[in-house]
């Protein structure tokens, strides 16, 4: 028997450095964190047991310095170096570099590592495995004329890629002959600025392609199972949003038949530890379906949750066993799938504008409540907490929400829900995005290629699941609510100074969407509230519930969470989130309510004093009188210079919403 590691490092940072803690944890194996200058507080660093500075901010001054990171394990007497995924975990230095400091990489060996490390290389050697290959060209000569007489040879669309690309970085889908020529040269670009190396490959672009891809797990002594696939079609730019196991439709006898070609391709470079072999499937208008290998990925996926979901297993301890030297766990024929998983990414990103990646300060990060029942079915893994930010040194993703069903029906509906649950303030995320695309039609009813998101753009983009009604009114009945808490009794009954005609308005503004909006809150005589939003009127019955305010107007009923920061209030509801910005009537009472001379009160209130007297002359700006309203005082000042006439009012004086206050000659 051989023993399990004391101690190891875990060389990465965020949600993936937590969860393999998490772990760690778990095994009773001590954990060491490595972290960058804007990492000191961040949660992975106080969810290992130790841990290390090593740099900047910055990843080449920091994660990807693997000399530091060696010397930190050194230092601490770790035994073995964790690489997550991204940063040093595809580096066959570093994982040499380990092996000759005398430290266990848990990962493949070096040599594996560089044999998939590029895609036309790793191409070659799978064909002579007798791995399934796109019909394609991934020769060393890059003759461009050579490479475009591949791809009119090979028929169009073609897709030209970096052989050593990544991160769906590098690649150029090519629809005809004539665009070939600028596509290759715009790609060869890519590749060099970003990986350093512009050899491309030329592949057939497959019909309605799906990606499916096989999480494959090797040990020490020539064992090697397949924990099934996942279907991760749904994408954007060629990088994954959803990813879920099993893949729809995928039949029995395809299964099998790719995970023995993943086995294949892990076995023909030697593979241990834990690997995803990625395959293209095609999609044949006849229903039939083809798939061909596309990279393999030489570490633990992003995605890995949903094969761990579905199997029941925790794919971490199967690394640090295999890579302690033991036997894989289980036997190909011990291993079942059970119910549906499906994983959403949670990125501090704004697909309205293009999926363009946010920074910024999670004011407000609520997840999702589970229930007994549900523990285990709702998954969260992270390495931020609320208060944390996202900065631009590192990858824009947040969160892994993670929901496990029986069915996959099941599993959607528990994702659409979590996600509802999942609030972020303070940045922009998908998280309505995501909603968004779990029930568009394509999504729901698993009709599954990675052109998803552009197909159902019109369902995706720029919607609005609460309108302008309803966003209104979740906003005034958050601020009426607020108000009342302020003051401890009922804003209704005690603003008598409203009452004098029986009925009284309230006036309020927004902007929502970028446009403005009005609003009038009446107040009847029985205590009953009229509303009108724009063209919309009707009665507006509100209380506090437990899951937030439960609202009704106009017809429409809904329960919101509404968290407001600053003048914005961000209101949550069922159908998804929405911002409204409240317009301070009375900061801007000055300038929007002075119509030839005349000086009205924007809403009712109490006059708490005046600064000026009839026949002072007066200057644009200076204030002229404070009023109280909702608690709160209120400046009024003038709005343009000229001289006081006349004042209407005394201090003390109760006041109505559109009452002429003083009168300025200009
Ligand atoms: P996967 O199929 O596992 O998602 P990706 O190619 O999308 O594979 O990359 C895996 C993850 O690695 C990315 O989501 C990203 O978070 C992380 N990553 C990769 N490179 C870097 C890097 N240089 N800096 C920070 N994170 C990185
Ligand atoms: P990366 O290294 O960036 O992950 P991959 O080769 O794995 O690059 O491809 C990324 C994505 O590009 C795939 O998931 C798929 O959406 C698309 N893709 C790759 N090859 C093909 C192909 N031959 N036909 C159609 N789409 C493809
Ligand atoms: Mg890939």
């Not at 430290?103 to 040599?111: E, H, N, R, T, W």
């Not at 028929?155 to 070939?180: C, T």
């Not at 920074?359 to 893994?381: H, N, S, W």
């Amino acid at each position: 028997m051989t023993l399990m590691f004391k101690k190891i490092l875990i060389a990465n940072r965020g949600e993936i450095a937590c969860r393999v803690a998490a772990t760690a944890r778990r095994m009773a194996i001590q954990t060491v964190a490595v972290y960058s200058d804007a990492d000191a507080e961040a949660k992975h660093v106080g969810f290992c047991d130790e841990s290390v500075h090593i740099g900047g901010s910055a990843p080449k001054d920091s994660y990807l310095r693997w000399e530091k990171i060696i010397e930190a394990a050194k230092a601490t007497g770790a035994e073995a170096i964790h690489p997550g995924y991204g940063f040093l975990s595809e580096n066959e230095d570093f994982a040499r570099a380990c092996t000759e400091a005398g430290l266990v990489f848990i990962g493949p060996p070096a040599s594996a590592i560089k044999a998939m490390g590029l895609k036309a290389e790793s191409k070659r050697l799978m064909e002579k495995a007798g791995v399934p290959l796109v019909p394609g060209y991934h020769g060393a000569d890059q003759n461009p004329v050579m490479l475009k007489h591949e791809a009119d040879r090979i028929g169009y669309p073609v897709l030209i890629k970096a052989s050593a690309g990544g991160g769906g970085k590098g690649m150029r889908a090519v629809e005809k002959s004539g665009d070939f020529a600028a596509a290759l040269a715009s790609c060869k670009r890519e590749a060099i600025n970003s990986f350093g190396n512009d050899t491309v490959l030329v592949e057939k672009y497959a019909q309605r392609p799906r990606h499916i891809e096989i999480q494959v797990f090797g040990d020490m002594h020539g064992n090697y199972v397949y924990l099934f696939e996942r279907d991760c079609s749904v994408q954007r730019r060629h990088q994954k949003v959803l990813e879920e196991a099993p893949a729809p439709g995928l039949s029995p006898e395809m299964r099998q038949q790719m995970g023995l070609a993943a086995v294949a391709a892990a076995r023909a470079v030697n593979y241990v530890g834990a690997g995803t072999v990625e395959f293209i499937v095609e999609q044949r208008a006849d229903g039939s379906m083809n798939f061909f290998f596309m990279e393999m990925n030489t570490r633990l996926q992003v995605e890995h949750p949903v094969t761990e979901a579905i199997t029941g297993l925790d794919l971490v301890e199967w690394q640090l066993r295999v890579a302690s030297g033991q036997p894989l766990p289980l036997a190909q024929e011990q291993l079942k799938i059970n119910g549906h998983a499906i994983e959403a990414r949670i990125c501090a990103e704004n697909p309205d504008n293009n999926f363009l990646p946010t920074t910024g300060t999670l004011q407000v990060y609520d997840k999702p409540v589970c229930t007994a029942f549900e523990r285990g079915m709702v998954r969260i893994d992270d390495g931020v907490r609320q208060g944390d930010t996202i900065s631009p040194f590192y990858d824009s993703m947040v969160a892994k929400l993670i929901v496990h069903g029986q069915t996959r029906e099941e599993a959607l509906a528990r994702l659409d829900e979590a996600l509802a649950q999942t609030r972020i303030v303070g940045l922009a995320t998908n998280v309505q995005f995501l909603r968004y695309v779990v029930r568009s039609p394509s999504f729901a009813q698993a009709d599954l290629d990675t052109a998803l998101i552009p197909r159902e753009e019109a369902v995706l983009f720029k919607q609005e699941p609460v309108g302008l009604p309803m966003a209104a009114a979740s906003a005034i009945a958050q601020t009426l609510l607020s108000e009342k808490a302020a003051e401890g009794r009922d804003p209704f009954s005690r603003r008598d100074g409203w009452q004098t005609h029986g009925v009284t308005q309230r006036p309020f503004e927004f902007e929502f969407r970028g446009e403005p909006a009005k609003a009038a809150l009446t107040y009847g005589h029985d205590g009953a509230l009229q509303l009108t939003v724009g063209d919309v009127s009707g009665l507006l019955v509100f209380a506090r519930g437990a899951q937030g305010i439960d609202i009704q107007f106009a017809g429409q009923r809904l329960t919101a969470a509404v968290y407001t920061q600053g003048e914005v209030d961000h209101v949550f509801t069922a159908r998804g989130a929405t911002q409204i910005t409240a317009i301070d009537l009375l900061a801007h009472a000055g300038e929007s309510h002075a119509e030839g001379g005349r000086l009205t009160a924007p809403m009712p209130g109490k006059i708490l004093s005046f600064s000026v007297k009839a026949g002072d002359k007066v200057s644009k700006g200076q204030p002229l009188a404070v009023m109280e309203a909702m608690k709160m005082e209120h400046t009024i000042a003038a709005p343009a210079d000229g001289v006081v006439e006349e004042l209407m009012y005394a201090p003390g004086d109760q006041v109505t919403e559109g009452s002429e206050l003083l009168k300025i000659a200009v």
